[in-house]
């Protein structure tokens, strides 16, 4: 890999000095610049053996990144306008060695930079006025969080906050009914889930799984805890998504038949076990502790386990739980769709690599790797139906419910929204002032968002660091961003973005090609220098390209 040196600016700017004299510089000009031609950066793979979907990515000049893939996929576009890809100037990569600083002081392009965060309160951003795009925003943002979704919506009616996400369902209709603030219903298909590892007893045991799923009362979930709209969920992937709901539908709920399976399973009179979650407000799951003691209490009443509830700071928990830690329990979780592709539900979470459920299943994961390269719809539905067949067969997870969600805001605030995929932009929210505040439910992890996953980080990214392509306002369509195009060759496996020119980042650099490359190697390579982070699992570049290029062996 190689990149245009200082040296070669160096001779070429002395050329150019000679030609104003007119001193012979003419000959010299030309001989330099030749020498001077752009060599990007190359990030390759040299063969598709590693079973990752990207064999290189490559800077072929200043403003063109070719990216070629082992295979077609047809989610590509809809997948790099996901903001774990998000482009930082390589220079800051390499200043920050991948971690530490980064975590906190992402440098992007966006319209928005980070002035400070202060941890356990708020960060503060400020507009950055050499942003390329549309800003008509406040010139200073403030994003705070509060964990109960009754105290956000006092902030909103004190007037101390603008925006406030993920009201209570219980307070809808207190919304509704104020003519000084409105409703924002946002329709992002997810899933609740309960979550096991089963590389360990009694979990290792798909009867006891099994059983499990067949002693909850989905609809009484439901019922209690979710608002209007929400619906008990039949497949894991939501149905909006085309093929996500292809094969056989979950279990019912039959409490006899789930204790006469834990019988068969070795456990007449039930165990002993932990239920983990994280305390934070979600779309897929509105009221988390009391969801998590109704679940308490139906394997207590349904199956005779003994759950022993466990709350757990946000951070700690996904790390725990994504990384198959949870071993002597089960864990409550969730996800909102990234993108509209039912490979944003199913590759993530049943990959090979994933380690979430303990042992991946061949079963569900074979399937899945064949589809993800087939373009048509119709094509790939049996496959579809063959690994949601097999989740339910195997049930590393057992499906709950499909949440329906509402946000607010003030009345008087204009543009406001909230877009299915993705977080509002703080750009597009104008309430006449310079100044603007925005509650959401959970402090970020880190601003390290190429290795974050929850939606509370993201949502503080995206402000700041921008994707080669972007979603629409209201639909997953993509649209151009940092890249005025991405064109694709006849088979789909060769994709060339074209980069907007003109582009600064924060700390008054060039957005340039070797950038692109530079922060999707960092991610995808795991043998690049700066592939550090905030845990190091960069989960999205490992399940949603199926693999990490050198994998160091163990």
């Known amino acids: 890999m190689k990149k245009l040196s200082t040296l070669f600016a160096l001779l070429v700017a002395f050329s150019l000095v ?123 943002v403030t994003l705070r969080w509060l964990t109960e979704g009754a105290a956000r919506l006092q902030e909103l009616q004190a007037g101390t906050a603008d925006y406030v996400s993920n009201i209570s369902p219980s307070d809808y209709a207190t919304v509704q009914n104020d003519p000084n603030l409105q409703i924002l219903y946002h329709q992002n298909p997810n899933v609740f889930y309960i979550g096991f590892t089963n590389t360990a007893s009694p979990y290792d045991n798909v009867d006891v799984r099994r059983a ?27 149905c909006a998504i085309p093929n996500g709901c292809e094969g056989e ?33 979600r ?35 996904i790390a725990a739980s994504t990384s198959g830690e949870l071993t002597d329990g089960m864990h409550l979780l969730g996800w909102g769709a990234d993108y509209p592709h039912v490979t944003n539900f ?67 605030l204009q543009g406001a929204y909230y877009p ?36 509370e980080s993201l949502t503080a990214c995206q402000q700041v660091v921008e994707t080669l392509l972007e979603y629409g306002k209201d639909s997953g369509a993509t649209f151009p961003e940092l890249a005025t195009s991405c064109d694709a060759n006849a088979d789909s496996t060769v994709w060339t973005c074209h980069l907007r020119d003109g582009v600064k980042f924060h700390d008054g650099s060039d957005f340039d090609a070797d950038d692109v490359v530079a922060s999707w190697a960092r991610g995808l390579d795991a043998s690049n220098p700066y592939h550090v982070g905030n845990t190091g699992s960069f989960d999205y570049y490992g399940y949603l390209w199926d693999s990490f290029m050198n994998v160091p062996a163990e």
């Not at 996901?82 to 980064?102: N, V």
């Not at 998590?292 to 466990?310: D, S």
């Not at 993800?372 to 949601?388: F, G, K, M, R, W």
Request: hydrophobic share 40%.
């Open 420 to 455: 299915p995929f993705g977080a509002p932009q703080f750009n597009f929210l104008n309430n006449g002032t310079d100044s603007l505040v925005f509650v959401q439910n959970a402090e970020p992890i880190s601003l390290d968002c190429a290795d974050e996953t929850d939606g």
């Open 212 to 238: 499990i799923a067949l002693g909850i009362d989905y609809q009484r979930i439901v019922d209690n805890f979710y608002p209007d709209g929400s619906e008990v969920a039949s497949h894991f992937t939501p």
């Open 346 to 412: 199913m590759d993530f979470h049943f990959g090979a690599n994933n380690p979430q459920f303990g042992n991946a299943h061949a079963e569900i994961y074979g399937p899945l790797q064949e589809a993800s390269s087939i373009a048509d719809v119709a094509t790939a539905a049996p496959l579809y139906a063959e690994a949601n067949n097999a989740v339910k067969e195997l049930v590393p997870l057992i499906p709950v419910a499909h949440g329906a969600a509402a946000h607010a805001a003030l009345a008087s």
């Open 18 to 140: 000679l030609a104003a004299c007119g001193s012979g510089g003419t000959a010299v000009q030309d001989e330099f610049s030749a020498l001077a031609e752009f060599e990007g950066l190359k990030l390759d793979a040299g063969s598709c053996d590693y079973g990752g979907k990207v064999l290189s990515i490559e800077a072929v000049d200043e403003l063109t990144v070719v990216f070629t893939l082992c295979k077609p996929d047809p989610a590509f576009e809809a997948k790099i306008a996901f903001t774990p890809f998000g482009i930082q100037p390589q220079e800051h990569l390499a200043r920050t060695g991948g971690s530490g600083e980064l975590l906190e002081n992402p440098i992007g392009t966006g319209p928005y930079q980070v002035a400070e965060w202060d941890r356990g309160n708020q960060i503060v951003y400020t507009r950055f006025d050499d942003y390329w795009g549309e800003s008509n925003g406040a010139s200073t």
């Open 283 to 317: 779309v897929y799951l509105p009221e988390p502790a009391r969801v998590a003691t109704e679940i308490q209490a139906q394997l207590q009443e349904n199956l005779g386990i003994t759950v022993e509830v466990v709350p757990m700071e946000s951070g700690e928990f």
């Open 249 to 281: 539908s979950w279990y019912e709920f039959d409490a006899e038949a789930g204790r006469a399976l834990l019988a068969e399973a070795g456990y007449p009179d039930g165990f002993t076990t932990r239920l983990y979650y994280r305390d934070v407000f």
